[in-house]
Every structure is written in structure tokens, then in C-alpha cells.
């Protein structure tokens, strides 16, 4: 007889055997809930965190001097010339009189540099950047500008924000590949105490001359159906604790400093990483689970 | 056909289980395996089934060498075989034909070949009126007659019955040897391992007696004697 694969077969009996075996069904839908939960949770603090970061990083900026032959308006003009360069995000000009009046605040009380005459100071651009790890070849493009006379920036701050950043997305990726194997782990254990039951079962289609792949593809559609469940699960509570957590930030006293991303915006993505890990740990989790009884 | 030449099994733990056995079995005979526990005759069957690898010696079944036979060739000549247990071994959550619908499943049955097969089986071990009862709720009898059935299902070239009258009264076990005998005189070759003497010489068989995992007799129309029994 020819072997024939079923799916609408092995799919009713994944999901029959979902009640059959209710406890332990539970059991599993539960233990993917509170590592999606655990991995969801910690992935939202890193996109706020990385949010966060990413407008400090837009704070920073640099300084293009402009050549005192041009007069104002013409030093205003190059406005366009800069902010047409790759990874310009905006040029501010600063008047020379501006520029005055804010050293001047800066230094205030100091009498050695009271009285200064405006025509030490030179009109400028602040310009802020997109990506702050391309500030050397932004700043000589901004240079090699007709009627810029010098720049000037901190790279060390510029490199120092490049290093954070790629050490934090570093660990937050580690992290997360580290909780997906922990969940998977969890999830094939959970799943092998729901098998171990049904070994008899397996041991009978075995002896019947079931090949392997029939006897594990209703596990597969089993651990699909529980990490699709577990996920829609996951999904409203980890919505609903976000949205309780953003509140409580946001009415704080003391961290409403804190800007918290909203929730509906990312809930689509959420959704399909969820489903997509749920999915991943459910299947994953029952082929391993299931791999010991397969050797009879 | 199975035949073993020269088929040594020891096990990990230092057991020697046979010691150089050589049994031919042919297309449509009726043997009976007989000897006392731990004479060697569940690892026959294991050897038979693929459960486990002989230490030496060559092993065919039904035209398949089990000595160098692949992982994944195991199932489809697992198909050529029917195995019945002293336990049943019946999965006590499915209906009598639900048993026998998975059996067939598990090998790929499309649903008209099932809905084809499974009525013949039930009616041909005489339980066409049980088949939506549950393993719970019948004979322990008719217990073995589902085992039975199951293992027929398939329509295999042998059945193996492991101490198939281990779990049933004399009457029960008559019965069932009388229903192995008629499925064999259908054509379909059957091994029964039994140590009930009684019930063996019963039926005028080919007896193989195996003892300290060597064969001991080996005789056609035989009996099981005391001799053999320690």
C-alpha cells in the first residue's frame, strides 16, 4: 500500500487530540503564554529603550562654520546646498549675533568673556544627522561646501553613541535567541510529559507500519493549534500590560520623563511575531518532544 | 517467509539470549513457538518485528534482509506483518472500528479502502455488531478478537501472535486459536508464541520448541512435551 499523506486527517487528529488530552494541553498553552509573555515584554523594553536612543542620538550634531566674505543672506542660502547632502536631517543657521548672545549666556559672570566684539563670531549651521555612525563622511561633504570655512564636531561622542547601540542590539538580539531556546526547551519538556501518555499509542502505530513522518505530523498540527492559541493569548495580555505599564509611566511623578511608544501602532508586528514564535515553539517543541518515542 | 540462519542475540548487559538458531518459516504455514520464560522466544519476535539488530547470524522477512535493511524500509516491511499482543494493546479511547480505521490509516489506507476492509475484518472475527463499542466495553475475548482484526486489517503475509490466550479463559482461548487457524487456512502465514501446552497440542502443527535460546525441536504435526516444558 502507498504511502499517502492526509493533511485534513492529521490536522482532525491534532486537534482532536487537543481535548483528549485537556490537562496537558493546558499545561503547554500556558508555558508558551509566559515565555511569549517573557520574550514579548523584554523585546517592547529594548524598541522603547532603542526608540529613546535614537532621539538622543538626533540631538547630536555639528557645527559648519561659514566664511566671513559671505554676507548673511548669502550664508543663509546655503541652507539648501546642505541639507541637500545624504544623512542631513536638518540645518539650523545661527547668526552671528545669535551665536554671540548664546556663548555669552553660556559663560555668564565670567568677565573674560564679557564685551567681546560680534565680528570674532562667524554666522553657522548646526546640522543634525540621520545615522550618527556616518559623521566623518557627512561632515567632509558639508566641508567640501562652497562658502564653508571649517566644521567642527565631537566624534568621540558620535562613536561612543555607535558603540552603545550596537552592544545594546547585540544583547537584545542574544537575549531573545537566548529566551526562544529556553522557551523551546521548556515547551518540548511539556509536551514530552503529554506524549509520554500517548507512547503506547505511538509504539501501536509503529508496529502497524506507520513511518515516522505519519506518526509525528498530527504533533506538528497539535503543537500549531497550541502555539497559535498560546499566541493570540499572549498577544491581549501583553497588549493589555502595556498599556497599564505606559500608563502608570506616563502619570508618574518621578519617570514620566520616559516617553512610552503606543501599543496599536507596533500591534500588527507584535501579532505575527507572536503567531510566528508560537508557531515555531509549538511545532518545535512537539517534533523534539516526540523524537525519543519514535524508536521503536 | 522468515528464515533464521545462525542468529546469535546478546544484550548489552551480557545476556546471551540465542545461541545460533535457525528456523525457516514458508508462505502459509501454521507454527507454533513454544518454551518456558526467558527461553529466547520474545527476542525471536523482536528480531522478526525490527525491534531490535541480531549480534550474528542472517535474518530474512518476507523479502526483506534485516540485516542491512534501512531505517526508513522498517515500516513497509513492518506492513507485511500482523502483530497480536497477550496485552491487546487496543487504544482504549477509539471504538472497536476506530482501532482498525487507524491501523489502516497508519499505513496510508485512503477512506474508501477503509470504509472497503474494516466491515470484511470485523465480520470475518465475528464482531460486525460490536464496532461502535469501546475496548472497555467488551469480552476480554473480544478484546483479543480486535487485536486480531487489527492486525489483519492490512491484509499482511503473517501474522505473529505473542501469547495471544495469555489473558483469556480456556473456552476464550480455544476460540481464538480456532480463528487463527481459520485466517491461516485463508492463506495468510501465522507464528504463535504460546507456553500453553495444552492448547498446542490441541491442533496438529509444526511445534518449534526453543529452550536456553537454542532450538531444541523442530517437528511438523508435533507436540508440546513435557520434556520441553522444565
Known amino acids: 500500500m502507498k504511502q499517502r499523506y492526509d493533511f485534513g486527517y492529521f490536522f482532525m487528529e491534532g486537534f482532536r487530540s487537543i481535548f483528549t488530552h485537556g490537562l496537558m494541553s493546558f499545561a503547554a498553552v500556558c508555558m508558551i503564554v509566559c515565555c511569549l509573555l517573557i520574550m514579548g515584554s523584554f523585546t517592547l523594553v529594548a524598541v522603547n529603550a532603542s526608540h529613546m536612543f535614537s532621539d538622543l542620538?538626533?540631538?547630536?550634531?555639528?557645527?559648519?562654520?561659514?566664511?566671513?566674505?559671505?554676507?548673511?543672506?548669502?550664508?543663509?542660502?546655503?541652507?539648501?546646498?546642505?541639507?541637500?547632502?545624504?544623512?542631513?536631517?536638518?540645518?539650523?543657521?545661527?547668526?552671528?549675533?545669535?551665536?554671540?548672545?548664546?556663548?555669552?549666556?553660556?559663560?555668564?559672570?565670567?568677565?573674560?568673556?564679557?564685551?567681546?566684539?560680534?565680528?570674532?563670531?562667524?554666522?553657522?549651521?548646526?546640522?543634525?544627522?540621520?545615522?550618527?555612525?556616518?559623521?566623518?563622511?557627512?561632515?567632509?561633504?558639508?566641508?567640501?561646501?562652497?562658502?564653508?570655512?571649517?566644521?567642527?564636531?565631537?566624534?568621540?561622542?558620535?562613536?561612543?553613541?555607535?558603540?552603545?547601540?550596537?552592544?545594546?542590539?547585540?544583547?537584545?538580539?542574544?537575549?531573545?535567541?537566548?529566551?526562544?531556546?529556553?522557551?523551546?526547551?521548556?515547551?518540548?519538556?511539556?509536551?514530552?510529559?503529554?506524549?509520554?501518555?500517548?507512547?503506547?499509542?505511538?509504539?501501536?502505530?509503529?508496529?502497524?507500519?506507520?513511518?515516522?513522518?505519519?506518526?509525528?505530523?498530527?504533533?506538528?498540527?497539535?503543537?500549531?493549534?497550541?502555539?497559535?492559541?498560546?499566541?493570540?493569548?499572549?498577544?491581549?495580555?501583553?497588549?493589555?500590560?502595556?498599556?497599564?505599564?505606559?500608563?502608570?509611566?506616563?502619570?508618574?511623578?518621578?519617570i514620566n520623563l520616559i516617553n512610552v511608544l503606543a501599543f496599536q501602532p507596533m500591534a500588527l508586528r507584535v501579532l505575527g511575531v507572536f503567531v510566528l514564535t508560537g508557531f515555531v515553539i509549538g511545532a518545535g517543541g512537539s517534533v523534539m518532544a516526540i523524537r525519543k518515542f519514535l524508536q521503536v | 517467509m522468515i528464515r533464521l540462519i545462525d542468529i546469535q542475540k546478546s544484550y548489552d548487559n551480557g545476556t546471551k539470549a540465542l545461541k545460533g538458531v535457525n528456523i525457516r518459516i514458508d508462505d502459509g504455514e501454521f507454527v507454533f513457538l513454544v518454551g518456558p520464560s526467558g527461553s529466547g522466544k520474545s527476542t525471536i519476535l523482536k528480531l522478526i518485528t525490527a525491534e531490535i539488530a541480531p549480534s550474528a547470524g542472517r535474518l530474512m522477512v518476507n523479502g526483506y534482509n534485516l540485516n542491512n535493511i534501512r531505517?526508513?524500509?522498517?515500516?513497509?516491511?513492518?506492513?507485511?506483518?500482523?502483530?497480536?499482543?497477550?496485552?491487546?494493546?487496543?487504544?482504549?479511547?477509539?471504538?472497536?472500528?476506530?482501532?482498525?480505521?487507524?491501523?489502516?490509516?497508519?499505513?496510508?489506507?485512503?477512506?474508501?479502502?477503509?470504509?472497503?476492509?474494516?466491515?470484511?475484518?470485523?465480520?470475518?472475527?465475528?464482531?460486525?455488531?460490536?464496532?461502535?463499542?469501546?475496548?472497555?466495553?467488551?469480552?476480554?475475548?473480544?478484546?483479543?478478537?480486535?487485536?486480531?482484526?487489527?492486525?489483519?486489517?492490512?491484509?499482511?503475509?503473517?501474522i505473529i501472535a505473542d501469547e495471544p490466550t495469555g489473558n483469556l479463559d480456556p473456552m476464550r482461548s480455544l476460540e481464538i486459536m480456532m480463528l487463527l487457524e481459520r485466517i491461516n487456512e485463508l492463506g495468510t502465514t501465522v507464528l504463535v508464541v504460546t507456553h500453553e501446552r495444552e492448547l498446542v497440542n490441541r491442533f496438529s502443527k509444526r511445534v518449534v520448541a526453543i529452550e536456553n535460546g537454542r532450538i531444541i525441536s523442530d517437528e511438523t504435526g508435533g507436540y508440546y512435551n513435557n520434556e520441553t516444558t522444565i
Not at chain 1, 537584545?172 to 529566551?179: D, E, K, S
Not at chain 1, 526547551?185 to 510529559?193: D, E, G, P, R, S
Not at chain 2, 524500509?73 to 480505521?101: A, C, H, S
Open chain 1, 57 to 254: 542620538e538626533k540631538e547630536n550634531q555639528f557645527t559648519a562654520y561659514i566664511e566671513e566674505t559671505l554676507t548673511q543672506d548669502e550664508a543663509r542660502g546655503l541652507q539648501d546646498d546642505i541639507e541637500a547632502i545624504p544623512n542631513v536631517a536638518r540645518a539650523e543657521f545661527v547668526t552671528k549675533e545669535e551665536a554671540q548672545a548664546e556663548f555669552e549666556s553660556d559663560y555668564e559672570g565670567n568677565p573674560l568673556f564679557e564685551g567681546l566684539p560680534s565680528d570674532v563670531y562667524r554666522d553657522r549651521f548646526h546640522i543634525y544627522l540621520e545615522d550618527i555612525s556616518k559623521l566623518a563622511e557627512t561632515e567632509a561633504a558639508v566641508d567640501a561646501v562652497t562658502g564653508v570655512a571649517w566644521t567642527k564636531s565631537a566624534p568621540e561622542i558620535a562613536e561612543g553613541f555607535t558603540v552603545i547601540r550596537n552592544v545594546a542590539g547585540a544583547v537584545a538580539i542574544i537575549l531573545v535567541i537566548i529566551l526562544l531556546a529556553v522557551s523551546l526547551f521548556i515547551i518540548a519538556n511539556t509536551i514530552k510529559l503529554a506524549t509520554f501518555n500517548r507512547r503506547e499509542e505511538i509504539a501501536i502505530m509503529k508496529m502497524c507500519g506507520a513511518t515516522n513522518s505519519f506518526v509525528r505530523w498530527p504533533f506538528v498540527f497539535e503543537g500549531l493549534i497550541l502555539g497559535l492559541f498560546g499566541a493570540l493569548v499572549a498577544f491581549f495580555l501583553e497588549w493589555g500590560i502595556y498599556v497599564l505599564v505606559g500608563r502608570a509611566i506616563t502619570t508618574s511623578d518621578t
Open chain 2, 71 to 158: 531505517p526508513r524500509q522498517v515500516p513497509y516491511m513492518r506492513r507485511t506483518l500482523g502483530v497480536i499482543f497477550q496485552d491487546f494493546r487496543l487504544i482504549e479511547k477509539k471504538t472497536v472500528k476506530e482501532n482498525l480505521v487507524f491501523a489502516m490509516r497508519a499505513v496510508g489506507a485512503s477512506p474508501r479502502e477503509i470504509r472497503k476492509r474494516v466491515p470484511y475484518v470485523l465480520e470475518l472475527v465475528g464482531l460486525d455488531q460490536k464496532g461502535d463499542q469501546l475496548p472497555s466495553e467488551i469480552s476480554g475475548g473480544e478484546q483479543q478478537r480486535v487485536a486480531i482484526a487489527r492486525a489483519l486489517v492490512n491484509n499482511p503475509q503473517m
